[in-house]
C-alpha cells in the first residue's frame, strides 16, 4: 500500500470540496478543548443528527470544564439520556476532573498526554489536539478508515488488507503541513457523505481519480458491459462486492440493551433515591420473576464496576 503519486493534487481536491460545501456543524465553531471533548465523545458510534441537540443541551447545562467536574454523577448520566453507551458520560466526567486535578484546569495539548485522560483512546486524543489545538496529527475513526482503505488500498474485500498502523502511516503523510484541521475535518466529511459503507456515491467523489478503489469498480464494471455486449446473455456476477457481508448481534435483547434498560429505570428515579433490584426487575425484563434477580443482580454489579450506579444492598441508585 502507498500514497498516491500526486498527494498534492488529491489534497487540495478534497480541501476545495470541503471549503465548498463543509456542513455548519455547532463543534466545527470552536477551538475550546473542553466542548471539543464533549462532541467527540457523543459522536462516538452516534449519528450527527441525534448528537447535536444532546450537545447543546449538555453544554447549556455543564458550559465549563469545572461545571462538568463538580456535578453530580447522577445528573451527567441524567443528560446523556438518548445517546447511549452511558459510559461514555462516566468517562467525561473522570476526565474533566483529571484535567483539573493533575493539569491544574488546563488541557494538555500533546497527544500523549491526553491519551492519559480517562475514557481518552488514540483517536480522541489525536482529534482533540487537532480540532483544539490545530496540530497536524493524524488519526482514524471509522470514516477516515473507510476513506483510507478504499483510496490507498483499493475495495473493501481486496487483499491483502492494510493493517491499522499502515492506514495510520499512509494517512500521517497526507496531512497537509499547517491545514491538519480541514484536512481531518474533510476526510471525515467525506466518509460521511459520500464514501459510506454501503453505498459510496464515487461519482461526487473529489478524489475518485487517485482513488484505487474507484479504479477497481469502474474496470468491473467495463469489463461486464463488454460481457454482456459480446455473449447477449446475462452479465456474470460480480467478482468483487463493494461492502463486507455484516452479521452483528441484534441489539434488542442483548447484555447491552438491559444494562440501558437499567440505567434508564434509574434515570426516573428522584435525585439520590435509591430503589430495590426486585422492583426494577419488571422495568428492565418483561416477564421478571424473582428467580430472575441473580441476573439483574450481576447486571447492576457490572454498571457498577464502570461507574454508572451505586449498589447498596440490594438496591441501586444513579451516583
Known sequence: MSTPLDATALQERLLSWFAAGARDLPWRRTRDPYRILVSELMLQQTQVERVIPKYLAFLAAFPTLEDLASAPTAEVIRLWAGLGY????????RAARAVIEEHAGVFPRE???????????PYTAGAVACFAFEQDVAFIDTNIRRVLRRALAGPDQSE??????????????LVPPG???????????????????SAPACRRCPIRAACRAYAAWSAEDEALVLAMGEGGGPAPARAVKRVADRREEPYQGS??????????????????EARPLIELGPLVKAGFLEGDLPWLRDLAAGLARDGLVLLEGDTARLP
Open 160 to 173: 491483502p488488507a492494510p493493517s491499522e498502523r499502515e492506514l495510520l502511516d499512509a494517512g500521517a503523510t
Open 179 to 197: 491545514r491538519g484541521w480541514a484536512w481531518n475535518q474533510a476526510i471525515m466529511e467525506l466518509g460521511a457523505l459520500v464514501c459510506t459503507a
Open 86 to 93: 452511558n459510559r461514555r458520560a462516566v468517562n467525561l466526567q
Open 255 to 272: 447484555r447491552r440493551w438491559f444494562r440501558g434498560r437499567l440505567v434508564d429505570a434509574l434515570r426516573a428515579q428522584p435525585t439520590g
Open 111 to 121: 497527544v500523549a498526554a491526553l491519551r492519559r485522560l480517562p475514557g481518552v483512546g
